[in-house]
T-cell receptor
Framework: NAGVTQTPKFQVLKTGQSMTLQCAQD?????MSWYRQDPGMGLRLIHY???????DQGEVPNGYNVSRSTTEDFPLRLLSAAPSQTSVYFC????????????FGPGTRLLVL | SQQGEEDPQALSIQEGENATMNCSYK?????LQWYRQNSGRGLVHLIL?????REKHSGRLRVTLDTSKKSSSLLITASRAADTASYFC?????????????FGKGTKLSVKP
């Protein structure tokens, strides 16, 4: 099993550009989530999904969109990138909504100029 | 908003010593989890302790939970240089149709050979 994979590993954007961060898992997990990690701030939840077709907002959803058309994939879209979105983004998944153990991807480092 | 707060923010010890990290949280929880993050990598789940448990062991890890004080501690015994990483506590609280995992800001552990 590949576990949780994320692409790209690193991306530079200009303010106003849009892009999609990809996340996929091959463990048939129901629950998937996106976090951002900023220095001194720990991880903050952006969006999450409890199954295909179901998504909801986390703590810091503004400026991001998600969709969950399949169990495996959970892309995160930045509609119009801003410098405040410079961060490291992590995707995670777990078997059920009780989140017994979350499995994290390796992260995407995003720089918005 | 952060639920868990780790203490200390940074800890430097010699190889072979024990390392203790603490986590305090604000509201009632269903479980508390500890994760490790090596520099530039994703988070890795270490151990989960449920609200009705007081202590749990896994190899060189010992976790305690005091729900009356809303606090937990992670003890790493006989530390190794490879234990150098950031350690995060995360609290889970089931609410409504689902809950979410909320991470603290982490303790940065440095183990010197």
């Amino acid at each position: 099993n590949a576990g949780v994979t994320q692409t790209p590993k690193f991306q530079v954007l200009k303010t106003g550009q849009s892009m999609t961060l990809q996340c996929a898992q091959d463990m048939n997990h129901e629950y998937m989530s996106w976090y951002r990690q900023d220095p001194g701030m720990g991880l903050r939840l952006i969006h999450y999904s409890v199954g295909a077709g179901i998504t909801d907002q986390g703590e810091v959803p503004n400026g991001y969109n998600v969709s969950r058309s399949t169990t495996e994939d959970f892309p995160l879209r930045l509609l119009s990138a801003a410098p405040s979105q410079t961060s490291v983004y992590f995707c995670a998944s777990s078997y059920g909504v009780n989140q017994e153990t979350q499995y994290f991807g390796p992260g995407t480092r995003l720089l918005v100029l | 908003s952060q639920q868990g707060e780790e203490d200390p923010q940074a800890l430097s010890i010699q190889e072979g010593e024990n390392a203790t990290m603490n986590c305090s949280y604000k509201t009632s929880i269903n479980n508390l989890q500890w994760y490790r993050q090596n520099s530039g990598r994703g988070l890795v789940h270490l151990i989960l302790i449920r609200s009705n448990e007081r202590e749990k062991h896994s190899g060189r890890l010992r976790v305690t939970l005091d729900t009356s004080k809303k606090s937990s501690s992670l003890l790493i015994t006989a530390s190794r240089a490879a234990d150098t990483a950031s350690y995060f506590c995360a609290t889970y609280r089931y609410g409504g149709s689902q809950g979410n995992l909320i991470f603290g800001k982490g303790t940065k552990l440095s183990v010197k050979p």
